[in-house]
């Protein structure tokens, strides 16, 4: 299946697009027309519209996890297209929440944004097949509560403050000619954790490549550095990664995946 995706928002802006600091991708997926998540704002529109691309048209849209760089947009995608579906996991909430020493800062989805839209957005559990090809895969991996305590990552619950164990986080998987590719926007899970969860997941199909964030802006060089070698262990041939990775840990993961890893960045098109 022919497969080209447009990065509409990045951190990272391209001849007359604008940046912010969230990530929207453009997918056309056979004849079908993606969009995964909508980046901080209304950005994503304007951007769509400089590159060419009617936003009323788009058939689906994913959201990769349930945090404001990656919603804010929705209720503007909400006004703008009047037909296409919303996935998100089944345990998105407005509840995400990051600890700044002694304050938990909102950094959730719009508050209202579920309560708003419930006729547009579709909650998904488990491994949920959304089209021919097209699937959401959600975490597998235990433990993931101890990145979030590590992220200084909240949720807020009757009995307190719990670490964020993501389980709002998705995986968008294709279909390709050359193997499944998988997407996950900050995979705030782990990239080699995706990856592997995708691969159980589809044991006999080949996972090609992995395009995302990968959450690596605060991270020290050993860390990063171990990423990109446990990155390569896994054999996958194509990385894209941007947005909440950063400009300097993309470099030392360049140094670690050479040729196989790309940078994203506003306009950037991908055909697979």
Known sequence: M????????????????????????????????ILTDAGSSDLFLKNLEKLGID??????????????????????????????????????????YRRILFYN??????????????DRIIK??????????VWLIPHKTEGLDKIGKAEKMYRKTSHGWIPDDFSHEQSLVLDTDRGLVIINS?????????????????????????????????????????????INRTGIEYVCTGHCTGDGPYRILKEELGDKLMQLRCGLKIEI
């Open 2 to 33: 022919k497969t080209v995706i447009t990065v509409v928002v990045d951190n990272i802006s391209d001849n007359d697009l604008t940046g912010e600091w969230g990530l929207c991708l453009y997918i056309e997926y056979g004849d079908k027309k």
């Open 55 to 96: 936003v009323e048209d788009i058939d689906l849209a994913t959201l990769s996890h349930a945090h404001y760089d990656h919603a804010n947009g929705m209720p503007y995608f909400f006004e703008h297209n009047r037909k296409a579906p919303f996935y998100v996991r089944d345990t998105t909430e407005a509840n995400a």
């Open 105 to 118: 800062k909102y950094i959730g989805i719009p508050k209202n944004v579920l309560r708003d839209y419930p």
């Open 124 to 133: 998904v559990s488990g491994d949920a097949q959304i089209a021919d090809g």
């Open 186 to 230: 900050c995979s705030h899970g782990g990239a080699v954790n995706i990856i592997k969860e995708v691969r159980s997941t589809f044991p006999d199909k080949k996972v090609y490549g992995l395009i995302g964030g990968f959450h690596l802006f605060t991270k020290p060089e050993a860390v990063i550095r171990n990423v990109g070698a446990e």
